[in-house]
């Protein structure tokens, strides 16, 4: 059920002057039950942020619904079951209205957008009697709303609360009636509304401060982990009225004190007035924080039990679990999940500090393989696809960012995402319905691309390889912008194909396929020399046009030694920006140079992934340069240290050090692909995936020249094992020699034995494993 019955009304505040418009606004309705309740449930849209209560509680604890989308367009529902909150006689609904994503403007400072000025909301509650009688409480203007304890709400700034403010038991039935004033009913929005597709944000840790220090009357707490959340504080014997300021950051200076410069203009703080007494406590619900470090003005003696940080993000299942011996290698890993946590939150976002915080589309496909890795994200996605699809301008461009607050579409590499989440998504759980769902926006942009495009080639867009090493601004990299634009158009032209053959299309897929290859002529013609050479002789143009497919047969083996030209010119060194980072160690793989992914992996002076991770990084960081030894913070415009972006070498570490990967040709699992890496010196590696054919488990070590690899296929599929032995016969499976009936015939550039083996516990052992610097 996707709307509300002719009753419910939109309501808002009749708040006018700046301090009111501030407040959260408090809603509320005191009704009658004329008898026993059997069943009640509770549904609401806002354009902003909800909190409902019933009689003297809240009726959850997920912050933020309904959650984020463009407003100008849509709002989702929330639907909660109430039955054992209400009572027969008299009752109280509650509703806290505030900004989240509504009311001020949103965005980074001059480009920032108001979706829907005014926050607004719709409720209903269905109640069913035991007798079977139905009735309905829905907003109206029988309601009557007032300000609160919550005088400020701002994502970017931060909450204030007054606690001598908070209006007593205001969703008892007792409660006084004085201070409420009569609401204003709105026109109802012409949107969609849609239930909400994922998840909400919740609580999903608390961590407790690994130190507190103060200096001078500044008391700053360290959380040891980059987080993103909210802070709760509890105090003892204050004074009405006593003032106490937090404020975030995400790192520390030199001298000890808050690093918030890269914060822009968010204000990252939270004013508490005590209400005074032996015992108070606060922990704001209208605002999050990405932060390591709290400081705490106007409270004293403070101790390191009183604080606790609360991780917030939308509560997906974790399905992923990696591990192996070498312990950067993890720390690496658990950066890349707290990116994801801190950036998951009602959408895929660049970063959660900073005046930003957006839906960046880039970001989110170059991400989306490893994300599908770590959680289960299918419906996540499934609702931002809502937003590309919103902001989607009337020529097909997709918009570079969704909710679209800033009118930029269609960019290389951003709007690409409109088709290659679906087409993600559809690879990791098998789900044909956003495919479905986003088919005529995606043949629209597809569309979009071709009438662009001269001769195939695309033209020169904005972005280009976002942040490479060698940019001398964020969007100059070396690498061509035509030639990138260009491989992607192709690549999202394949994946058109797979979709259109996967959901019936026929037709559609040979007229994708035709396409991609004349794109790839007009590439190769373009872009790509007869000693394969790719233009712009960057690590980039050889990632894209070997990783997607554009590079002549005759020409692979020069191209790929042209790459590893370009890495080894650099020392060892990565180059690449946004785009080429994700395409560095699997197109190393697939050219068989595994010696190189796991040489550039391993690397930890500058630029690498492991540098960060060697000057104590807990989460991804937005530049190779955020922070270095010899420079110390990178450029301030733009600098954040929770940026999942570069975290992409997730996806390869699951497909090679864990060795799980999903099968091209059977999306969700129900056939992966095993092909564990032993490799830069690491004694063991392995994990888990939860996937919609059940969990896989893959654990290998090596010993001596020895590979010992025990996994586990489960029921509901089979697996397709690419293993890193030249002959058969150094191959021992449970015991014995390999059986004829699995061993499969391989393309693999990289580990000749290859089987197919159906659901089961297997344990292999190959004799003398072949090392990652053979090419075979
Ligand atoms: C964001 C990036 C984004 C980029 C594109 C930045 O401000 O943080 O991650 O993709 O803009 O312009």
Known sequence: MSSFSDQA????????????????????????????????????????????????????????????????????????????????????????????????????????????????????????????????????????????AIRKNSLYNGESYDARKAIKDWTSEASAERGWVAVEVVDAPEIELNDKKCEPVRITERLDPVSLKRTKSKWIADFGQNLVGVMRIQLRNTKPGQKIVLKFAEMLKADGTLYVENLRAAEATDVYYCIGGERESYMPRFTFHGFRYAQIVGYDPLEAEDLTACVLHNDLKKTGHFDCSDPLLNQLQSCIVWGQRGNFLEAPTDCPQRDERLGWSGDVQVFINTACFNYDCADFYRQWMDAMRDGQRVDGAFPDTAPDILNWHGNAGWGDAGVIVPYTVWQHYGRLDIIEENWSAMEDYIAFLANQSLGYIQPDTRYGDWLAVDATRPEWSPTPKDLIGTAYFAMTTKQMAAMAEATGKPERASYYLDLFDLIKAAFQYRFITKTGHVLGDTQTSYLLALGFDLVPEP????????????????????????????????????????????????????????????????????????????????????????????????????????????????????????????????????????????????????????????????????????????????????????????????????????????????????ETYLLETAQV
């Open 555 to 766: 020409l692979f083996e020069a191209a790929a030694g042209n790459l590893i030209d370009c890495i080894e010119d650099r020392d060892w060194h990565l180059s690449t920006g946004f785009l080429g980072t994700p395409l560095l160690n699997p197109v190393l793989t697939k050219v068989g140079r595994c010696d190189v992914a796991y040489r550039l992996l391993k690397q930890e002076t500058y630029p690498s992934w492991l540098y960060p991770i060697k000057n104590g990084a807990t989460t991804m960081w937005e530049r190779w340069n955020s922070w270095t030894q010899e420079g110390g913070f990178g450029p301030v415009e733009m600098n954040s240290f929770n940026h999942y972006a570069y975290g992409a070498i997730g996806e390869w570490i699951y497909q090679r050090i864990c060795g799980i990967a999903p099968h091209p040709d059977y999306p969700g699992y129900k056939r992966a692909v095993l092909a564990p890496l032993p490799g830069g010196g690491m004694s063991h590696g392995g994990g888990s995936l939860d996937t919609n054919a059940g969990t896989f488990v893959s654990k290998w070590k090596v010993e001596g020249s020895r590979f010992y690899f025990d996994f586990t296929i489960p029921n509901a599929a089979e697996a397709v094992l690419r293993l890193p032995a030249l002959e058969w016969k150094q191959m021992r499976l449970n015991g014995k020699p390999v059986p004829e009936e699995v061993k499969n015939e391989t393309t693999s550039r990289f580990g000749k034995c290859e089987m197919l083996l159906t659901a089961g516990d297997y344990h292999i052992e190959i």
């Open 9 to 148: 009304e939109w309501l808002s505040s009749t708040a006018s002057d700046v301090a009111a418009l501030q407040c959260a606004h408090y809603f509320r309705i005191k009704f009658r039950l004329k008898a026993p309740v059997a069943k009640a449930v509770l549904r609401y849209s806002a354009l902003g942020v909800v909190e409902p209560w019933l009689n003297g509680m809240r009726v959850h604890d997920d912050f933020f619904t309904p959650g984020w989308s463009d407003y100008r367009k849509r709002a989702y529902i929330c639907t909660y079951e109430v039955t054992e909150r209400l009572q027969e006689g008299e009752n109280c609904l509650g509703v806290v209205l505030a900004d989240g994503w509504a009311g001020a403007a949103f965005g980074p400072k001059g480009h920032a957008v108001a979706f829907a000025p005014q926050t607004l909301f719709v409720a209903e509650l269905a109640v069913t009697y035991l007798d079977g009688s139905t009735e309905s409480i829905a907003s109206g203007k029988d309601w009557t709303w007032r300000k609160g």
